[in-house]
């Protein structure tokens, strides 16, 4: 039976990686593909169907990086369509009646990543610094973190070398 792969350990907080968008009006409404209303012979209504239509709550509307994206009257749309259609938006980066993007900012260094490098350079754990430092740069990228964790693994790799050297040395004198 094979042995089962542990998956990696995630040492530091990630970016998402979707997107934020804000408007000034908290009721935003942009229409992608209105709302069509079919009829009978007669001319009364017999079906709608439904367009798409986004929505911004609070001002706000938060779109994944890949996916389906659920919109009003639970329409669904691809996240990268919608992405090409809000970028050419003719209201887009108008801060007064449209709409625009915000970045994400990274978040403070926790207590809790700190003790995560202190405690893997503690245990002398040169992979697992390795893994943390791969993590911070391939996330948030944290000057503060990648710049601890760099110095940590180039000294915990002297330390090795120099103790590799002397076992070594001390091998070769005892024969």
């Not at 003790?115 to 893994?131: I, Q, W, Y």
């Not at 601890?148 to 000294?155: D, K, L």
Request: glycine fraction near 6%.
């Amino acid at each position: 039976m094979p042995a089962a792969v542990a998956e990696p350990q995630q040492f530091v907080s990630t970016p998402d990686t979707g997107e934020i968008w804000l408007a000034r009006r908290s009721a935003l409404r942009l229409i992608k593909r209105p709302t069509r209303q079919t009829r009978d012979a007669e001319g009364n209504p017999a079906e709608t169907i439904y367009g798409q239509t986004l929505e911004f709550t609070e001002g706000v509307f938060r779109l994944p990086a890949e996916g389906p994206v659920r919109l009003a009257y639970g329409v669904e749309c691809e996240a990268q369509e919608l992405r090409a259609w809000l970028a050419a938006h003719p209201m887009k980066d108008d801060r007064e009646e449209g709409f625009w993007r915000v970045d994400a900012v990274a978040p403070p260094v926790s207590s809790e990543e700190l003790h995560k490098l202190m405690e893997l350079a503690t245990n002398l754990d040169l992979e697992g610094l390795r893994e943390f430092l791969a993590q911070e740069q391939a996330g948030w990228d944290r000057e503060q973190l990648t710049s601890t964790a760099a110095g940590a693994i180039e000294r915990l790799a002297a330390a090795h070398a120099a103790y590799e050297a002397e076992a070594k040395a001390a091998a070769k004198g005892q024969k």
